[in-house]
């Protein structure tokens, strides 16, 4: 049984890298395009890439948030830009309540929000459930990153199928696997559209001080001494000293703070039990 890539393997189920998503058809990008636009954008304000992205793809884009501190800047941004934008984000069903709290605060700060939350095919998580139990991701890293695959990954990459460009909340100083990204990439775990990261040189600091002087609502569970924010049962406080991403999944030692949605995490077991709970889905 050979690894496999938790995005590569989900980029199967979404039709294979090299073909647009299913939107409005615009012409993609290709990896030389992309780096060209990277360096064109790269010290400019976020704005100004989310505008061009918004002209070039639009209705075919879509903005994607877990609702921390980078999603609700973003969609300010984005908002202002175009209130019909579409912003998803994946309801995994293990949010903490705040989540929703912070959700209702966004719908009547911005009118008419177009906002999808994305949820899991219910009988493939009956089925992990079944089979591993409801907190399967304490045992060990491979059934935590099924458990981030069924809920997490795969609503994803169904919708991307949709789209011909995501803008996500990825900065450089986040976590060690994000130190590299560029504002404009060609996604190739989700059918080679383009992904784009305006957010991307910003400090934590910067991000903060935009969502203060603006006023933007915020998730109220970083009052409380959260810096990364996931789902409830893999999220916690982190203690002094800690880094940012130290409250995901505190109980793994030497496993990627990573759920596969951004970055593809190599496993030997994760291809197996998604053949054992979901089938000849999984090609």
């Known amino acids: 049984m050979s690894a496999q890539a938790v995005g590569s393997t989900e980029a199967s189920m979404s039709g294979g890298a090299g073909f647009a998503g299913a939107g409005a058809g615009a012409e993609l990008i290709d990896e030389l395009e992309a780096g060209e636009l990277s360096v064109e954008f790269e010290g400019q304000e976020p704005q100004e890439l989310l505008e061009w992205a918004l002209e070039r793809f639009s209705p075919a884009i879509g903005l994607s948030t877990a609702f921390q501190i980078d999603g609700v800047a ?3 941004m984005a908002y202002e830009l175009d209130p019909s934008i579409q912003v998803f984000s994946m309801d995994t069903g293990r949010l903490p309540a705040e989540t929703f709290e912070l959700i209702e605060q966004l719908r009547e700060r911005y009118p008419g ?3 999808e939350l994305l949820s899991p095919e219910p009988r493939h998580v009956q089925a ?3 089979r591993h139990g409801p907190n399967l991701f304490y045992q060990q ?5 099924l458990c981030c695959n069924i809920r997490k990954v795969q609503p994803l990459t169904r919708h991307l199928a949709t789209l011909d460009a995501w803008i996500t909340g990825l900065r450089r100083d986040q976590w060690a696997t994000r130190t590299d990204i560029r504002k404009v ?3 190739h775990d989700h059918g080679a559209i383009v992904k784009l990261n305006p957010l991307a ?4 600091d910067e991000v903060w001080d935009y969502v203060r002087e603006r006023e933007i609502p915020y998730h109220p569970l970083y009052d409380r001494g959260y810096t990364s924010i996931g789902c409830a049962p893999c999220t916690r406080a982190i203690a002094p000293g800690e880094s940012g991403r130290d409250g995901r999944w505190w109980w793994e030692q030497n496993a990627p703070k990573e759920c596969g949605i951004h970055c593809a995490v190599e496993t030997g077991g994760l291809e197996h039990e998604l053949h054992a709970i979901i089938g000849e889905e999984v090609q």
């Open 74 to 76: 973003l969609l300010d």
């Open 113 to 115: 929000l177009n906002l």
């Open 128 to 130: 992990m459930v079944a």
């Open 141 to 145: 890293v491979e059934k935590r990153l």
């Open 185 to 187: 990439e060609i996604d």
């Open 201 to 204: 040189e910003w400090t934590e």
